[in-house]
């Protein structure tokens, strides 16, 4: 019997024990009733099937078996694929996942050929299935890496937003015993409970604004006519106290008015001073150099220290990447890897650009952005 006549036969059968490979794949299925065990599994078969009577070319073949089926634009979701997002949801990993494919294939090919004898056909039906049963493989997990991928940024982004009311109400509270002057002791905690309140809320601000970018939302900007000038000596003053034992230079133009959203700017400027302290010299300044040209500003954040390596340079903006210094010549200070990211989209959605140069010991971070942008 061929293969494509005997799985729609033997459908019963395949299923149930489909159905009891799938319940060992615990903790995942400990509760799961035996529609959601079986899930997708009856459709898979039935497009397996489909497949096996469809005629197909060898190159067509061989692009199958690596997962390459040709993808029609528009097309339904498959039955592998909606499979893959609903075991995702229902806390599968990826091995589980591809493990019910394994059982499927030894399943099918060993119910098959104790029904008989393997027919001059049946090598020709076992490749087929196996390029079906691979396709659906790939359907499937790169479906249940973008679910999962999914799941987590929601995942950091509400854990994100929910930790900012507990957070400020840290930094009101170190805010206010700095205030009752209640002696050098109290004060000098409350500080550093302030400086690490700043650190932390830094931090969640990149790791939201990053989830937002991974989510497709793209980075929240207002923009309006302000005076960049007060607003960067602002974010320095604090850069400045919560690192007492760096020095934090700043030179401008006589005119700074440009149309930018301020506390992006602020947050830009605070990501390249913390990115210059953490992998800089300690007994030389941090400049930061603020200038508005007819139909730009331009802002630059320099330090000295050991340069970057031209290796790095490519991959300095991308997240979760520390390129820089080597470990021995940096500071103490980590970070999450998404500052100099974040200070990319912060240019892009202002419709500007940021370059770094670095060599003969000295580092440059340029922002460059329209003086007027629409963003």
């Known amino acids: 019997m061929r293969l494509a006549d005997f799985i729609p036969k033997h459908m019963e059968k395949i299923l149930t024990e489909w159905e009891a490979f799938a319940a060992t794949l615990l903790p995942a299925a400990g509760d799961m009733t035996s529609l959601a065990l079986r899930d997708h599994a009856q459709l898979i078969l039935e497009a397996v099937v489909t497949d096996l009577g469809t005629f197909q070319s060898k190159k067509a073949q061989s692009e199958k078996s690596k997962g390459l089926a040709p993808q029609v ?4 979701e498959t039955a592998a694929q909606t499979h893959a997002v609903l075991r995702a949801g229902s806390g599968f990993d990826i091995n589980q996942l591809v493990a019910e494919y394994r059982a499927l294939r030894a399943s099918v090919l060993e119910l098959w050929m104790d029904n008989g004898a393997l027919e001059t056909s049946g090598v020709e039906d076992i490749i087929r299935f196996n390029e079906a049963i691979d396709q659906a493989i790939a359907e499937s997990v790169g479906h249940f890496h973008r679910s999962v991928d999914r799941y987590r940024n929601l995942l950091l982004g509400m854990l994100g937003h929910d930790m900012r009311s507990p957070l400020n109400a840290i930094q009101l509270t170190a805010s ?80 700074t008015r440009g149309r930018c959203d301020a506390l992006r700017i602020q947050q830009l400027l605070r990501n390249l001073v913390s990115n210059a302290i953490n992998y800089g010299s300690r007994d030389k300044p941090v400049r930061v150099n603020l200038r508005c040209e007819e139909a730009h500003i331009c802002l630059e954040v320099i330090n000295w220290g050991p340069p970057i390596d031209s290796s790095d340079l490519a991959r300095i903006f991308d997240p979760l990447e520390r390129a820089g210094a080597k470990q021995e010549d940096r500071n103490a200070k980590e970070g999450l890897g998404l500052g100099l990211f974040i200070v990319r989209e912060i240019a892009k959605a202002h419709e500007g650009a940021v370059e770094v140069h670095s060599e003969l010991g000295e580092t440059t971070f340029a922002v460059r952005l329209p003086r007027h942008a629409t963003a």
């Open 73 to 76: 634009a528009g097309a339904a």
């Open 176 to 255: 206010y015993l700095n205030s009752l002057d209640a002696g050098e002791e109290v004060s000098e905690s409350a500080a550093r409970v302030m400086r690490s309140g700043a650190s932390m809320q830094a931090l969640l601000d990149d790791l939201v604004d990053f989830n937002r970018l991974s989510l497709g939302l793209g980075l929240k900007v207002v923009a309006s006519e302000i005076d960049l000038a007060p607003v960067v000596a602002c974010e320095l003053e604090q850069l400045r106290a919560a690192n007492p034992h760096y020095q934090i230079e700043m030179t401008t133009s006589p005119d």
